[in-house]
């Protein structure tokens, strides 16, 4: 089966051509002028941009959190994410019971009949002893290259300085990439505690009580730890402060290999959201900080401080007692109502795979605060790169996988819940205008969305092996 785009105008990291592209069966197999082919379907693109498949590499499918499960699994995560242009999606797997294999077995096969885009997995590592320790170095024949560490949490995800020095050992020795969560797990515990004895349970007292000064000195903790555990390639994910750009800076100025990543919610919102009445939508870890942050935030996107461009994705219902239609079936998953009565009980996380793309394409392209091909570069070319999918994924050349988002620039519409097709009764991009859209979005030369249809199936996406990824710094 062979599919014939033309006209169309390819954006990449790199460059902007007036080109057509041929793919046959999962892959591209030309890109040129004046292409043709006997028996392929032609898609006339003439006026739209031709863009590879975005890769979110921080989302959190089906993951259990307090007595709830974050809303999207690896079937209607995965649907939202292509109707907003992305085709891959990397995972985070719990460090549960058992060895890091057996974690991994588990949450394969929660994916894979579910997962209707591709997808590849980060390992969290919450408990470390010498036995994990020798585990990890078996992670890359997994398919796995990076792996995650909290500096909060305490007592349920966080490791001590000490072990994630030695994580940091382990894993560069292995090929494998540290990301880190940076916020100080033991003053944000100080200060709930206080928060909670003092009466103070309403939503903003989940930023109040996790500062910014946490994440800017746990930021530069990692990178200390990382720099001496010999110089281990480090990534800092969900960047949300100032500080932590310039802690970026300064790491790279001492010959760090320590890159970072963006989300949106962190260049739209501030705490002032967590004020309001329903304030608890946008409960997340780390918390929105100020207008100062979203800008220095910015300005390490558009002069290539901060490398990619993920969203977190970890939903939850705003009010998970009212079911919503999804699929033509009532669904409803207890979420932020659990947490009514006290910002600790808010199950924190957002809906944010199927926004990304479209809400930065507006907000960075249309303004333009990123090229075009720096935003190709941010949401699909840097993350596979650095998480080791490159170039079957994040670029448009002869070879790789024909993921493919086919954007209409000129498109206007008014966003929100109901375009977006997250499994969630909120979005926090409501009644934004938007201009410029995927209209058409292929996986592996599959149709998967065709203006507001959708062709994917659970199951039809495929773990994706990724290997020993670049240090883009
Ligand atoms: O609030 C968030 N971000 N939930 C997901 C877990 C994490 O720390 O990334
Ligand atoms: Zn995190
Ligand atoms: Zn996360």
Not at 35 to 42: E, F, G, Q, S
Not at 169 to 179: C, E
Not at 314 to 334: L, N, R
């Amino acid at each position: 089966m062979a599919i014939l785009i033309k006209h169309g105008t390819l954006i990449t990291a790199s460059e902007t051509f007036k080109a057509d592209i041929l793919i046959e069966g999962e892959i591209i197999r030309q890109i040129g002028r004046d292409l043709t082919h006997p028996k392929a379907d032609i898609i006339n693109a003439e006026g739209k941009f031709i863009l590879p498949g975005g890769v979110d590499a921080h989302v959190h499918l089906d993951l259990p959190m307090f007595d709830t499960v974050s809303s999207d699994d690896h079937y209607t995560g995965g649907k939202a994410a292509a109707f907003g242009g992305t085709t891959t999606v990397i995972d985070f797997i719990p460090q549960d019971e058992g060895t890091l294999e057996e974690n991994i077995e588990r949450w394969q096969a929660k994916a894979d009949p579910k997962a209707s885009v591709d997808f590849g997995f980060h390992m969290n590592i919450t408990r470390f002893d010498k036995e994990v320790a020798k585990e990890i170095f078996t992670l890359p024949d997994l398919g796995i290259t990076s792996l995650k560490v909290f500096t909060a949490y305490n007592g349920r995800l966080r490791l001590s300085d000490g072990e994630i020095f030695r994580v940091m050992r382990v894993a560069r020795a292995a090929g494998i990439l540290t990301m880190v969560h940076a916020e100080n797990g033991d003053v944000i515990d100080i200060l709930v505690d206080e928060a909670l004895t003092a009466g103070n349970k309403d939503p903003i007292f989940h930023a109040k009580t996790r500062p910014a000064w946490g994440t800017v000195e746990a930021s530069l903790r990692a990178a200390a730890l990382a720099a001496q555990a010999g110089d281990a390639p480090l990534y800092l994910v969900h960047m949300n402060t100032a500080g932590e750009v310039n802690q970026l800076v300064y790491a790279r100025e001492h010959g760090l290999k320590m890159m970072g990543e963006a989300c949106p919610q962190y260049l739209f919102f501030t705490e002032d959201d967590l004020r309001r009445e329903d304030g608890a939508k946008w409960v997340c870890s780390p918390p929105m900080r100020t207008e100062r942050d979203n800008l220095r935030l910015w300005e390490g996107l558009e002069n290539g401080t901060i490398q990619t461009m993920a969203t977190d994705h970890c939903p939850f219902f705003y009010d998970g007692t009212t079911p919503i239609e999804y699929e033509g079936e009532k669904v409803a998953i207890p979420g932020k109502e659990l947490g009514k009565e006290d910002f600790t009980k808010i199950p924190n996380g957002l809906p944010g795979v199927g926004d990304r793309m479209p809400i930065l394409w507006t907000q960075g392209v249309g303004s333009s605060r990123l090229t075009p091909n720096q935003f190709v570069a941010l949401h699909c070319t840097n993350p596979a790169k650095i998480f080791g999918l490159y170039p079957q994924k994040g670029t448009l050349v002869p070879g790789a996988d024909a993921d493919i988002a086919i954007w209409d620039p000129d498109k206007e519409l008014r966003y929100g819940v109901d375009v977006a097709r997250h499994r969630t009764d909120y979005n926090l991009y409501e009644g934004w205008q938007l201009k410029g859209i995927p209209v058409m979005v292929f996986l592996r030369g599959q149709k998967i969305v065709d203006g507001e249809n959708w062709y994917g199936k659970p199951g039809m996406g495929r773990y994706l092996h990724c290997h020993e990824g670049e240090v883009l710094v």
